[in-house]
């Protein structure tokens, strides 16, 4: 869908916990054969982490875009947390981020914009039409997700996937004469899959403070098989929907920054005959990050060169719900 909003990224900024977590590790603690993660999902070793929550990793990223920027924190006109898993129910990660940064007497407005694994992009769409508007200058956008304490060992398949990362993006609107832009953004759910990749619990539904409460339900739970036969039915679609003659080929596109959601879901963008050496990954080093995977990876592909200004990117990915996203820009 064409939408040409002027949006520049001016700061990137990524935080990784230290600890490192291999996939041997995991393989002798869950009783699963040598070599038998990284054949599955390609994972070799995430990080996961420690003492760290996710508000403090959201700030650390957006230090060093602030840096890159060359701005300060104050700076910024309104702070979108865009992480698939909030630090706790109340408040808002958004305010905690606020204060993370030392802004919490600054009035700054912070709201989050949630849509799991797809949040960056959302929110990403969501700066360019507010910047389009006028009604702020400088905009951060941090993902940050701490997904390693909830996952579960009796589902290896999902929960060698998972590492713990944050992100951080300063955009503003672009100058006249300056190409930096979203061209394309285009969004889709189909509510039939909602239950293919679920966390039941936490909400009002099946509330910890209920009587029979299975704490199996806090734990991520993902249907693989099912959800990638999902995506396979509505993907080429989408893609047309998106940018006409993606489902193709790259047409006029430089790099591909995709959701690094799993092996399989990464093999099958070869379907569209994209050059797998235009296809950044970091799966293999930082596993499932879920909304941070395509910021954490947009930052490797600026950081190694393989995105250069003035050259387009596809940012694309599917999250729970189902849902597809994916916008075109010019870095």
């Known amino acids: 869908m064409l939408v040409n909003l002027p949006l520049k990224i001016i ?20 009783s699963l054969p040598a070599g038998w993660v990284e054949q599955h999902n ?17 700030a650390e990223a957006a230090r060093e875009a602030f840096d890159e920027a060359s701005i300060k924190p104050g700076d910024i006109n309104l702070i ?20 993370q940064l030392g802004l919490g007497k600054s009035g700054i407005p912070a709201i989050t914009v949630n849509n799991t694994c797809l949040s960056f992009i959302t929110a990403m769409d969501v700066a360019a039409n507010y910047l389009q508007s006028g009604r702020y200058k400088n905009i951060l956008i941090a993902s940050s997700d701490i997904s390693s304490c909830g996952i579960n060992p009796k589902e290896p398949d999902s929960a060698s996937l998972v590492g713990d990362a944050a992100a ?17 953004a285009h969004l889709a759910t189909y509510g039939e899959g909602a239950y293919l990749t679920t966390i039941m619990g936490g909400g009002s539904a099946r ?37 006409p003659g993606l489902s193709k080929s790259l047409c006029d596109i430089d790099i591909v920054v995709p959701h690094q959601a799993s092996k399989v879901g990464l093999h099958m963008l070869r379907r569209f005959c ?5 296809v950044i990954q ?42 597809m996203g994916g916008l075109v820009m010019t870095y």
């Open 207 to 243: 509330h910890p403070s209920k009587p029979d409460h299975n704490s199996d339900d806090d734990l991520f739970s993902m249907s693989g098989l099912a959800l990638l036969r999902m995506v396979r039915g509505i993907d080429e679609k989408f893609l047309e929907e998106l940018y």
């Open 168 to 184: 951080a993006a300063v955009v503003t609107r672009s100058r006249h004469g300056e190409c930096s832009a979203i061209h394309h």
């Open 11 to 30: 700061g990137l900024g990524r935080y990784l916990p230290s600890r490192i977590v291999s996939s041997s590790e995991l393989e002798m603690k869950w």
């Open 42 to 58: 390609g994972v070799r070793e995430r990080r996961w982490a420690m003492s760290e929550t996710s508000s403090f990793m959201a």
């Open 80 to 99: 979108i947390n865009a992480s698939g898993t909030g630090e706790q129910a109340i408040p808002d990660t958004g305010a905690l981020i606020q204060r």
């Open 282 to 323: 970091t799966l293999q080093w930082l596993g499932n990050c879920v909304a941070a995977s395509i910021p954490a990876t947009l930052y490797q592909a600026v950081r190694d060169g393989s995105l250069q200004r003035g050259k387009k990117a596809l940012l694309i990915g599917t999250g729970a719900g189902i849902s």
């Open 274 to 278: 994209w050059p797998e050496d235009r």
